[in-house]
């Protein structure tokens, strides 16, 4: 699959004086495996708030390229880690269950509750959906959050070090299950993190912010020797 979903050209932030990146250009296909990496502050966040829109870039244009027979690109975004308000009164099923936009209505359709069941099996959460969401491991509760993303059948999958919290085996568990899912559903991913070998397992393409500039290449051969003098 080569079509473009997402195109992004000449992109520049900055925050008043600060210049966090300059002309940006690069496009996602349909389907393609992503890593954005760079050391701490590079930009990658700020990258992925203006690739799902919640800021405006201070130069530049992103254009989303919705896929045949869609009205837009649909988006998922599993943020990093957050702690939740120990006093958040939800069950997992609930916690997910938010992403459904409900607008006015309060109460879920046939239609939503059966989607919220596919996403809580697809994300192994079932056994303990009724479980509040305050008393799951870190785990559990990042699976959580890709599950609200799934809520939209995204045709682009965002994950900004969604795993960054984890120990080694919870994060290989959390990526296999991602990879899963994105490969059977033909999604793209944009996967933030520092972990390169996560990253060569993966992914196939990296993003490096990197000086205010980007850099790519294949996933796999990146390393900390093949980039040295790049800060990660
Ligand atoms: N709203 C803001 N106002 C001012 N400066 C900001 C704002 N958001 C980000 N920055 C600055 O922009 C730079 C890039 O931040 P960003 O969070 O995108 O980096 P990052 O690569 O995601 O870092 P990390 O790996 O630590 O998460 C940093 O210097 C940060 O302090």
């Known amino acids: 699959m080569t079509d473009p979903i997402l195109k992004v050209t000449d992109l520049a932030m900055s925050f008043g004086e600060k210049t966090v990146f300059k002309n940006l250009n690069f496009t996602i296909d349909a389907g393609e495996k992503l890593a954005l990496i760079g050391h701490n502050g590079a930009g990658k966040s700020t990258l992925v708030k203006l690739l799902i829109g919640l800021t405006h870039p201070t130069a530049g244009t992103i254009t ?7 009205e837009r690109l649909r988006i998922g975004y599993v943020p990093q880690f957050r702690n939740l308000d120990a006093d958040a009164p939800l069950s997992v099923a609930s916690f997910v269950a938010l992403n459904v936009g409900l607008s006015w209505r309060p109460w879920l359709s046939h239609q939503e509750k059966e989607r919220v069941t596919q996403v ?14 305050t008393l799951t491991s870190g785990g559990e509760r990042q699976r959580a959050y890709l599950a609200q993303a799934l809520l939209a059948d995204p045709d682009l999958l965002i994950l900004d070090e969604a795993t960054a919290s984890m120990d080694v085996d919870a994060k290989v568990q959390m990526m296999a299950l991602v990879d899963t899912i994105v490969t059977q559903q033909k999604m793209a991913l944009v ?12 992914t196939d393409r990296y993003l490096l ?7 790519t290449g294949s996933s796999k051969e990146v390393n900390a020797d093949s980039l040295k003098g790049v800060r990660l």
């Open 64 to 70: 989303r390229i919705p896929l045949p027979g869609h």
């Open 120 to 133: 809580l099996e697809q994300t192994q959460l079932t056994q303990i959906k009724d479980r509040p969401i």
């Open 191 to 202: 996967f933030v993190s520092h972990d390169l070998e996560l990253t060569a397992r993966y």
């Open 209 to 215: 912010i990197s000086n205010q500039q980007l850099l």
